[in-house]
């Protein structure tokens, strides 16, 4: 329906968003947050025709829908606040002492933008992690132009956000070109748009092998320019031993439906789930498989993602070793998940890599560990995960202090006595990871703290007052939090 974006299209989008950078990085926080806010009322104008063409392109139902593009608006009018607050600038003023020997410098540093922002929409969040979601809504607050190319997944969604984002973009008289939107099922687009010289950073969510193809081009450039890509994740549970023999049903059944949440069709889904032999796992996996067998297979996002669940989950399933504990009892229709539980030894776990790798779907594996040196050296095998999950007692917690040391080497969220499922978009979230979960532990893809990955540190020395950024003047004309001389204060100096 759509046709790829020709290199001459692509050379002129990011020439109209280096143009319009040089503008837009002079706006106020006060009128970026007004776009990102009017962005949010567009979409919520966009009414029945935008969930109704998702629904179409993605299989999703209308309820989650709805709640996913209230989620975008919660984002974009949130971030739009954080934005206007003004922590994330990380504002800095270390005034002049002429009396120290040599003299002490005024300094004063302050987050800035990078420049245009290349983001790839994802295929599992039409909207809150595609054309209008966190990343761009991160990128507009940090005062960086946005190039979006489209999921050719729900490319027709995407164009009615585009156009939404645009229809803002003339309410609030922004500059040409502080918005683009393109289109490319072939790798050769996303190279382009990486590639390209006015490209400053990259926002991506998807698979490991799309993240870091666009990584490695990154770093291939001229100038490398960071890439922000969250590449997923097994998100492991740890059932510990007196949490386990105490609730181990009432665990079985709380993971199945996070396990079968959305068709398996998140970041967070919990694929991999450990614990030690003994009465209480097995309880556990009993009760696990039989709540798995009541559940239906459900449409997968498109025939892409169903094919590589299928792929995936018979390969899993092959490895010697690995015994299937449960299977829907209902029949799969075309493109539909299998919601499926299996099982293995720590041992297997620790001989066989394709053990660690995700299923993204209905699927979880249990590893049976033969006692808890087992499941220590199980967790010093386990690559980056954007979550990890303890179920346990304070005092399993207590006794198990080498296991939660090294859980939070590998983890960006450390969940206890939950699931991962759900990511909360609050100031606190960290939705990131170390390597392979994302390529840059240090930052979050939730939370207005995402802000900072489109900026980078500017600081100014001994310039005039009146010369200054508002944001770094004597009065504090903006009223926003600043280290003043190692002090946190509203106060102008």
């Known amino acids: 329906m759509f046709k790829d974006a ?75 606040d954080a934005c206007e607050r003004g922590e994330w600038l990380e504002a800095r003023i270390d005034t002049a002492n002429t009396n120290k020997t040599p003299p002490k410098p005024d300094i004063r540093k302050m987050l800035i933008p990078l420049g245009p922002v290349v983001v790839f929409g994802a295929s599992n969040f039409p909207f809150a992690y595609s054309t209008a979601g966190g990343d761009t809504a991160c990128a507009f607050a940090a005062g960086c132009p946005v190039i979006v190319k489209a999921h050719p997944a729900h490319a027709q969604t995407s164009e009615l956000v585009a156009r939404a984002i645009l229809r803002a973009a003339e309410k609030c008289q922004l500059p040409n070109g502080v918005f683009a939107h393109v289109h490319g099922a072939s790798q050769e687009v996303g190279k382009a748009l990486v590639m390209h010289p006015y490209t400053k950073a990259v926002g991506f969510t998807g698979s490991y092998s799309g993240g870091t193809a666009l990584f490695d081009w990154a770093n291939q450039r001229k100038e490398p320019i960071p890439v922000f890509a969250e590449m997923g994740s097994v998100n492991p549970v740890f059932l510990l031993p007196e949490k386990l023999k105490q609730s181990a049903t009432e665990i079985a059944k709380l993971y199945a439906g996070s396990i079968t949440l959305g068709v398996g069709q998140f970041c967070t889904n919990p694929g991999l789930i450990f614990g030690i032999e003994g009465a209480e796992l097995q309880e556990f996996i009993t009760t696990l498989g039989n709540e798995i067998k009541a559940v239906s297979p459900g449409t997968m996002l498109h025939p892409g993602i169903s094919k590589n669940y299928a792929e995936n989950r018979s390969r899993a399933l092959s490895q010697q070793q690995v015994q299937t504990v449960a299977i829907s009892n209902t029949q799969p229709a075309d493109n539909q998940g299998v919601p499926t539980i299996a099982s293995a030894s720590g041992e297997a776990f620790l001989n066989n890599p394709i053990l660690h790798q995700e299923v993204f779907g209905p699927y979880s594996l249990v590893i ?52 991962p499922t759900g990511v909360e978009v609050c100031l606190s979230m960290h939705h990131g990871g170390p390597f392979p979960a994302t390529t840059d532990s240090r930052f979050t893809s939730v939370g207005a703290d995402g802000i900072k990955r489109f900026a980078r540190p500017i600081a100014y020395q001994n310039w005039p007052n009146n010369l200054l950024p508002d944001e770094l003047k004597d009065g504090n004309p903006l009223g926003i939090w600043r280290t003043v001389n190692d002090e946190i204060t509203k106060n102008g100096l």
């Open 6 to 80: 020709t290199s001459h299209e692509i050379d002129q989008v990011l020439n109209n968003a280096w143009q319009a950078f040089r503008q837009y990085r002079k706006y106020s926080l006060k009128d970026r947050a007004r776009f990102m806010r009017t962005i949010a009322t567009e979409l919520e104008n966009a009414g029945d025709e935008l969930i109704q063409t998702a629904m179409r392109e993605t299989n999703l139902p209308e309820a989650r829908l709805r709640n996913e593009r209230a989620r975008t608006m919660y984002q974009l009018t949130s971030y739009a």
């Open 368 to 419: 049976r560990c033969k006692d808890q040196q087992e499941l220590l050296q199980v967790v010093r095998h386990l690559e980056g995960q954007l979550t990890a999950t303890l179920m346990a007692t304070e005092n399993d917690i207590v006794q198990h202090d080498e296991l939660v040391e090294a859980v939070k080497d590998i983890c960006g969220r450390f969940v206890v006595n939950g699931v």
